[in-house]
């Protein structure tokens, strides 16, 4: 039980490690986390949703979302189970019309050098989301000289 809890925390502080780089956008150090056949899902209808195979790919997503998310390190809750954590945090949502908080399920499947193989990520209210994404993109791309 002891080992089970000491490898509990190990993935929690790395999962805060990682919202750490985010924040910081030290893309480099979260793609040292991942397994070379990682897989992120990213479910809805946005620009952003899809599925994303590889440190690179996934890394771009991450990217993506850097542009409308901000992560803190301190909202967040964990439950482990096997070789899967699920993280429920509390991250602020962004766009030109909209500042707000949503709480985002994020299910991370662990390989056993503690890489992440699976990340599956799911907003509260998936709708709403995919609504910030579009308008973000849309004034990105109004922004732009014709």
């Known amino acids: 039980m002891e080992i089970a809890s000491s490898l509990h925390r190990e993935r929690e502080a790395r999962f805060l490690e990682g919202v750490g780089a985010f924040i910081r956008r ?5 793609q040292r986390t991942m397994h070379p056949e990682v897989v992120m899902r990213l ?16 890394g771009r997503c991450i990217l993506g979302l850097r542009h409308v998310l901000e992560a803190s390190q301190d909202l967040a809750s964990f439950a482990h189970q096997d070789d899967t954590m699920v993280v429920t945090h509390d991250i602020r949502l962004h766009g ?7 709480t985002f399920s994020i299910s991370i499947g662990f390989d056993r050098e503690g890489r ?3 990340v599956d990520v799911e907003a509260a209210d998936p709708g709403l989301f995919d609504h910030v994404l579009q308008t973000a993109l849309l004034a990105v791309d109004a922004s732009r000289p014709a």
């Open 26 to 30: 030290d893309f480099d150090t979260l």
């Open 43 to 58: 479910p809805g209808s946005s620009w952003l949703a899809g599925t994303y195979r590889g440190p690179e790919e996934v």
């Open 96 to 102: 030109p019309l909209h500042d707000l908080e949503m």
């Open 116 to 118: 992440m193989v699976t």
